[in-house]
């Protein structure tokens, strides 16, 4: 089974990164879709799996993700995702919670991701985690 994670201090963190094409300050955290169910319609992806862009490539912008594809916006501009995804994680990991990842040898980008997800949830204080299930709960079904 996988987990859909949320994190609001995650997405925070990760807008204050770089946005991957321009470099300027990232205006958004874009949730990355996956064909290994961990999204799907209507199913946001975890929280750890996104990438901090510029509003311009986010939504509004002629080569925007939303507009051209996934695909086509990381073939024009040279984003290898599950790479972003996984420097990210361990950035957070070093910055926020002061744990340093090493180079997994013989491990593909794809298949870190869910380690280094259950390694930062492994560190969150368990109110916090249950306070975010909740939300996403009430907001699932608007309650």
Same mark, same amino acid.
């Given at each position: 089974?996988?987990? *859909?994670?949320?994190?609001?201090?995650?997405?925070?963190?990760? &807008?204050?990164?770089?946005?991957?094409?321009?470099?300027?300050?990232?205006?958004?955290?874009?949730?990355?879709?996956?064909?290994?169910?961990?999204?799907? =319609?209507?199913? &946001?992806?975890?929280?750890?799996?996104?990438?901090? %862009?510029?509003?311009?490539?986010?939504?509004?912008?002629?080569?925007?993700?939303? &507009?051209?594809?996934? @695909?086509? @916006?990381?073939?024009? @501009?040279?984003?290898?995702?599950?790479?972003?995804?996984?420097?990210?994680?361990?950035? *957070? %990991?070093?910055?926020?919670?002061?744990?340093?990842?090493?180079?997994?040898?013989?491990?593909?980008?794809?298949? %870190?991701?869910?380690?280094?997800?259950?390694?930062?949830?492994?560190? &969150?204080?368990?109110?916090?985690?249950?306070?975010?299930?909740? %939300?996403? =709960?009430?907001?699932? *079904?608007?309650?």
């Amino acid at each position: 089974m996988v987990d *859909y994670y949320r994190n609001k201090h995650y997405l925070e963190w990760t &807008r204050l990164r770089k946005c991957l094409v321009t470099g300027k300050q990232a205006e958004v955290a874009h949730h990355v879709r996956d064909r290994d169910n961990s999204s799907g =319609i209507g199913l &946001r992806p975890s929280d750890y799996r996104v990438l901090p %862009l510029l509003n311009d490539y986010h939504t509004t912008g002629t080569y925007a993700i939303h &507009r051209i594809g996934a @695909f086509s @916006f990381y073939q024009r @501009f040279g984003i290898d995702p599950y790479r972003s995804i996984v420097s990210l994680l361990k950035e *957070y %990991l070093k910055e926020v919670h002061n744990v340093e990842v090493p180079h997994a040898q013989g491990i593909e980008d794809r298949e %870190l991701i869910p380690l280094l997800e259950e390694k930062i949830e492994s560190l &969150r204080p368990p109110e916090e985690i249950e306070k975010e299930k909740k %939300l996403e =709960i009430e907001i699932k *079904y608007n309650t």
